[in-house]
Nanobody, 126 residues
Framework: QVQLVESGGGLVQAGGSLRLSCAAS????????MAWFRRAPGKEREFVAA????????YYADSVKGRFTISRDNAKNTVNLQMNSLKAEDTAIYYC???????????????????WGQGTQVTVSS
């Protein structure tokens, strides 16, 4: 069983930055990966960013492309999300997810992931 612990959420003004981290108790297989999803008040859950352990490709939602950067530290079983130029519409609970196996085709689908973190609140004031 993989446990995920998120950290780094908080309150920031619009235009500011935050860095989220997600530490996995054990790493999923080399064919797996990790992602960030978010749920804003009154909205559906949405994909934010993802990365696989075995290749350098990264995947982003259009709404965050160019502002957010996902990275991984294989040695520490950690994935980070650097969020810059934050907007009020980025306010949400951010969840870290991990998959035992993930393909690039399904990487944006939450149902592809086996494990979820508890979530961390990000609030951007305008």
């Amino acid at each position: 069983q993989v446990q995920l612990v998120e950290s780094g959420g908080g309150l920031v003004q619009a235009g500011g930055s935050l860095r989220l981290s997600c530490a996995a108790s054990v790493r999923t297989s080399n064919n797996g990966g990790m992602a960030w999803f978010r749920r804003a008040p009154g909205k559906e859950r949405e994909f934010v960013a993802a990365i696989r352990w075995s290749d350098p490709d990264t995947y982003y939602a259009d709404s965050v492309k160019g502002r957010f950067t996902i990275s991984r530290d294989n040695a520490k079983n950690t994935v980070n999300l650097q969020m810059n130029s934050l907007k009020a519409e980025d306010t949400a609970i951010y969840y870290c997810l991990a998959a035992d196996y993930i393909s690039s085709y399904w990487i944006r689908s939450a149902s592809s992931y086996n494990y979820w973190g508890q979530g961390t609140q990000v609030t951007v004031s305008s």
